[in-house]
Nanobody
Framework: VQFVESGGGLVQPGGSLRLSCAAS????????VSWYRQVPGKERELVAF????????YYGDSVKDRFTISRDNAKNTVYLQMNSLKPEDTAVYYC????WGVGYWGQGTMVTVSS
């Protein structure tokens, strides 16, 4: 099982980025996939997830109405569209897949929001 995140970078406040999480050895359409983020010295924070059940989604309060999680089953890839970015969104973003009670993490992609 492998998850590869991409799409991070430097963006100005108010800007947008789209992160991708490409999965292999893991079927995203039948399992829950989440995005987390972590700032050095702080605990990893759940940002959003998309459920295997009807594609239901969840968002953390800090990103609600600004971020959108989606998936492309044909590409076996999950996305995180991030709009109206704020400096406090600066973090390493990780995707995680859960299957049969086991969690699988990607290596992370850095997002920096700064002017």
């Amino acid at each position: 099982v492998q998850f590869v995140e991409s799409g991070g970078g430097l963006v100005q406040p108010g800007g947008s980025l789209r992160l991708s999480c490409a999965a292999s050895g893991f079927t995203i359409s039948t399992n829950t996939v989440s995005w987390y983020r972590q700032v050095p010295g702080k605990e990893r924070e759940l940002v959003a997830f998309i459920s295997s059940v009807d594609g239901n989604t969840y968002y953390g309060d800090s990103v609600k109405d600004r971020f959108t999680i989606s998936r492309d089953n044909a590409k076996n890839t999950v996305y995180l569209q991030m709009n109206s970015l704020k400096p406090e969104d600066t973090a390493v973003y990780y995707c995680k897949g859960n299957r049969w009670g086991v969690g699988y993490w990607g290596q992370g992609t850095m997002v920096t929001v700064s002017s």
